[in-house]
């Protein structure tokens, strides 16, 4: 299967109800994470497993400069709300966050912290979803090498920043010199092609049918050699996501220069996991049934398995199904 790849619509009047959703590399910590976007999306979207895949929060940044607006704070309180309500949270650990290493295995709620997990999705196939730092071997290493890149990326995009006002002002859409770099670069094109066979290697040895991972800000969708590799990309420039819907289709979505995102939606955006703003559905989850799933994390392999359940919740409202 290759997941098909589309442009959403925040304008939807209804809740887009679907069974999971992929996220990565929001690098709380940065100023460069996109937060406003991402608090859109997470007000139209209804699911019932959510993956942050690594790097939520950017603990290199943080520890290098302070840098914390208030909205990274109303994200974490989305997500805890959503938590409350029908939504299982599954945070997968990144390079940039890897202080959370010493909770691994814990739950907090309905929020599970793992370092690796398989998912299985509503048609049965199992996806292997990591981060993937696992797969670059400059982690692995040389980890001081590894930061200074991470600073060398900062600087493209303060760069990018200020020269994409220019090209607004003068009628342009956006331009992203780092993507350039990564897609013309052949050093950077070996790396990625390398990346990727290497994943869906480790998803193959996991006996998985694919693997979802982020970690290189490059969504993708392709087979390698039979395996699924799908990168959800992430929140620092190009705002892409996976979801899957309720017969196992999983999508790449696109987000990135929404003009709805600028116009705003007014009082009728909705959000199940937050009870202050309504869809007509008293807060979401009161009204479905909830099932409990089979999460297991075996002490010798680290992974949680996740969704191995019957797919598909009754609800009195489906809103928008994909």
């Keep these: 299967m290759t997941p098909d790849q589309q442009h959403f619509d925040l304008s939807l009047d209804e809740p887009l109800v679907c069974r999971s959703v992929w996220i990565s590399d929001i690098h709380l910590g940065t100023k460069h994470a996109r937060v406003e976007e991402l608090l859109d999306f997470l007000r139209v979207v209804d699911c019932k497993y959510l993956y942050l895949v690594g790097d ?11 840098f914390w607006r208030d909205d990274y704070n109303t994200l974490i309180q989305k997500l805890l709300r959503k938590s409350r309500k029908q939504t299982k949270v599954i945070y997968i650990s990144g390079n940039h966050d890897e202080f959370i290493e010493e909770f691994m295995g814990m739950k907090f709620g309905n929020v599970t912290i793992a370092r690796q997990a398989i998912h299985t999705a509503a048609d049965g196939k199992k996806y292997l979803v990591i981060h993937g730092h696992q797969a670059d071997g400059l982690t692995h290493f040389n980890h001081l090498l590894e930061k200074l890149g991470s600073h060398l990326y900062n600087w493209i995009l303060d760069f990018n920043l200020y020269f994409n006002r220019l090209r607004r002002a003068l009628g342009f859409g956006y331009w992203s010199l780092a993507a350039y770099l990564k897609f013309k670069a052949k050093s950077a094109v070996k790396y990625v092609t390398e990346y990727e066979d290497t994943l869906a290697a480790m998803a193959r040895s996991h006996e998985a049918h694919g693997v979802i991972c982020g970690h290189i800000h490059r969504a993708e969708t392709k087979t390698i050699n039979g395996v699924e590799y799908l990168n959800c990309g992430d929140w620092v420039e190009s705002c892409t996501a996976l979801i899957e819907d309720f017969d196992g289709k999983i999508k790449l979505i696109h987000f990135h220069e929404n003009d709805v995102l600028r116009a705003g939606r007014g009082s009728r955006s909705h959000d199940s996991g937050d009870g202050r703003q309504g869809n007509g559905r008293g807060g979401g989850a009161s009204g479905r049934r909830r099932h409990a799933g089979r999460e297991r994390a075996p002490l010798h392999s680290g992974i949680l398995f996740i969704g191995d ?4 919740p009754a609800t009195a409202d489906p809103g928008v199904q994909i």
């Design 309 to 312: 359940e019957d797919s598909r």
């Design 56 to 66: 939520f929060i950017d603990g290199w940044e943080l520890k290098f400069r302070w």
